[in-house]
């Protein structure tokens, strides 16, 4: 879609801005067909585990908690990414439910083995007649592997999401990417990859791909004298000093 503004300065910024977001998106390319390549792995190699790995999993579980909301995250409350929910409005993270009473609609059920570790989610917001819909934590080193998948009343299983948390020797998330899948073709891919700095968090790289469109984006940081994220950029951008307010309060 071409945009004409009255002013002309205004057009040249917007053209500029189209020409760099050409150009970001074979950055956007690379780093997701890598990263395609780990989720075809990961694919291959629990394709048919679904329900064993579900079983043992399951049986592992020694805590549960609820909570609601967070539902166009994923994993909710404890999605890795850490600031998703800051650059998408209306996407809250959810909260831990202290309780569960009659009038409790809890969106998800969280499973901890006995270090306190979690590794079974039950999307209950997504539960149908004859499907449930789970994600199972695999703890590998330095990373996570989140494995999504329906089952049904007779045990079949379908995987339709892998994701992948990937930390550093402090225990900060370097990157997070999540593959959906349609009849074991992954069609959308996004991919967050963070940087730090003696602050915290200094940036983020989102590169998305949905069927052969690839999209790329800068989020750069800025935190406040108490140490959590203020304000941030976003490359490419049309305005040079166009910034967004963080209104979450988060230290990373």
Do not use: W
């Not at 998106?25 to 579900?54: E, G, M, P, T, V």
């Amino acid at each position: 879609m071409n945009i004409n503004f009255k002013n002309p300065q205004f057009n040249k910024l917007y053209q500029d801005y189209i020409t760099r977001q050409k150009s970001l998106s074979i950055i956007a390319k690379d780093k997701i067909n890598s990263s395609l390549k780990r989720l075809n792995k990961i694919l291959d190699a629990y394709q048919y585990k679904c329900k064993a790995l579900y079983d043992n999993i399951s049986a592992r579980v020694n805590k549960k908690e609820y909570a609601i909301k967070g539902e166009y995250l994923v994993r909710g409350y404890y999605c890795p990414s850490p600031i998703k929910d800051i650059i998408v409005g209306n996407s809250p993270r959810g909260k831990i439910l202290n309780r569960i009473t009659s009038v409790s609609k809890p969106t998800y059920e969280y499973g901890f083995d006995a270090g306190d570790n979690l590794i079974l989610v039950k999307y209950i917001y997504l539960d149908g007649f004859d499907k449930s819909n789970y994600e199972i934590l695999l703890h590998q080193d330095n990373c996570v592997i989140g494995i999504f998948f329906t089952l049904d009343g007779k045990g079949n299983t379908e995987i339709r999401a892998i994701n992948e948390s990937t930390y550093d020797n402090q225990n900060r998330i370097i990157s997070f990417v999540n593959g959906y899948l349609d009849e074991n073709d992954f069609f959308e891919i996004e991919q967050e990859i963070y940087s730090y700095d003696e602050s915290g968090l200094k940036t983020t790289e989102l590169c998305r791909c949905i069927e052969s469109a690839y999209t790329y984006e800068l989020y750069t940081f800025y935190h406040n004298s108490d140490g959590d994220l203020n304000e941030y950029f976003v490359e490419p951008r049309m305005f040079p000093d166009q910034k967004y307010k963080v209104n979450i309060k988060r230290k990373v």
